[in-house]
């Protein structure tokens, strides 16, 4: 069954990256519901290795905000929420928890190639999931990649188990600071039919 067109124009066709934000907070119970609906989307395995730090004070911002390009600095000041996507390094430790077959954790813990590459590839479709039901619930997201993730790694992950990926901020857009939309490629450009 398709979905409708509204949501298809709320999640792709009409949603816009958000470059700044109106001064409206987004409540725990949100940001809780765009989880809960992104846990559920597909990973290799339910290896789930997203994780997803919420930076919702001035506090939290101002230890991020160095890590940060200088274009990306005012956009992530103007922003209710400022998510760090994360990838769990040691997500296998949770697989008796999540998958239906047992041994799935030695097997990445005794590989390591298997493990990061698993984690780095889950953990991008994570945030990219997250991206979406943030749209889905009437957030605008505004992804990020203009940063320094050695140094948010040092700042929010001391210990190295987790390895940011890719920043979202999250709020309501303020519309007066969207660029005009740029073009995408054609299906003949990006696709191949063999």
Not at 142 to 161: H, Q
Request: aromatic letters at 8%; a positive charge; hydrophobic letters at 40%.
């Amino acid at each position: 069954m398709k979905i409708a067109q509204q949501s298809l124009d709320q999640l792709f066709l009409e949603a816009r990256t958000a470059n700044g934000f109106l001064d409206k907070p987004v409540p725990l119970d949100l940001l809780q519901e765009v989880y809960n609906l992104s846990k559920m989307a597909p990973t290799s395995m339910n290896t789930q290795p997203t994780r997803y730090v919420f930076l919702t004070t001035e506090q939290a911002k101002a230890r991020l905000l160095p890590t940060l390009s200088p274009g990306n600095q005012e956009k992530t000041r103007s922003a209710p929420v400022t998510v760090i996507v994360a990838t769990d390094t040691r997500f296998y430790e949770h697989m008796p928890q999540i998958w239906h077959v047992a041994g799935a954790k030695e097997n990445f813990e005794s590989n390591t190639t298997l493990a990061t590459n698993t984690a780095i590839r889950n953990g991008t479709m994570g945030g990219a999931y997250f991206l979406l039901a943030a749209r889905a619930v009437g957030l605008d997201c505004g992804p990020m990649s203009g940063v320094d993730l050695v140094k948010v790694n040092a700042e929010f992950f001391p210990d190295g188990r987790c390895s940011a990926n890719f920043l979202i901020n999250l709020g309501y857009a303020d519309r007066s600071k969207e660029f005009k939309r740029n073009p995408r490629l054609s299906f003949e450009q990006a696709c191949t039919v063999v």
